[in-house]
């Protein structure tokens, strides 16, 4: 079953932060999280392999509540350079499932 | 590292013709390549599983003799679309999984324009 990311769409300015939210009606084993360009191919962001656990990226980082089912990405002082689709990926079945279904994506668009 | 190139990254082609579009993991082994199909402004739909040595998974609704993949080594797999027609046309994919992690990388993508 496909992830559902929320918001579909987010516009922010220069510097502020977004949240983006990717839950499951089923169990996740780990998150796999991705930005794409317009054109481009997606680029890989962080997986999450464990309940609690929370990782950084720069000014970008993300959560995993295993037991919500859910995981967020966080972009802090958002840039230029950030705008793109986000998407969560998920395994298919089980934990040792390579297979990813993804969401259907955040817009994020940051302007000047 | 973790680069996976793919080629073309373009193509136009008559309709009738076959297309074949490889993927290669430049700098790891991959166990396991993926091929999705990207329409305008939508998700990633996974179309099948390719595994080195073996035959290659579908998924469910993808012609499986439409689209014929071969995974020649554990860095190259290729996806040839043979007959193509205009419906499709899509931005295909590839991703490799590395093969001492689970993390997924993917390809810059080919964009097929069937005429």
Known sequence: QQPVQSPQAVILREGEDAVI???????????????????????FLMILLKGGEQKGHEKISASFNEKKQQSSLYLT????????????????SGAGSYQLTFGKGTKLSVIP | GAVVSQHPSRVICK?????????????????????????????????????????????????????????ASLTLSTLTVTSAHPEDSSFYIC?????????????????????
């Open chain 1, 21 to 43: 939210n990717c839950s499951s009606s089923k169990a996740l084993y780990s998150v796999h999280w991705y930005r794409q360009k317009h054109g481009e191919a997606p680029v």
């Open chain 1, 77 to 92: 002082a958002s840039q230029l350079s950030y705008s793109g689709t986000y998407f969560c990926g998920t395994p298919r």
């Open chain 2, 15 to 71: 309709s009738g013709t076959s297309v074949k579009i490889e993927c290669r993991s430049l700098d790891f082994q991959a166990t396991t390549m993926f091929w999705y199909r990207q329409f305008p402004k939508q998700s990633l739909m996974l179309m099948a599983t390719s595994n080195e040595g073996s035959k290659a998974t579908y998924e469910q609704g993808v012609e499986k003799d439409k689209f014929l993949i071969n995974h």
């Open chain 2, 95 to 115: 991703s490799a999984n590395w093969i001492l992690g689970n993390e997924q990388f993917f390809g810059p993508g080919t964009r097929l324009t069937v005429l």
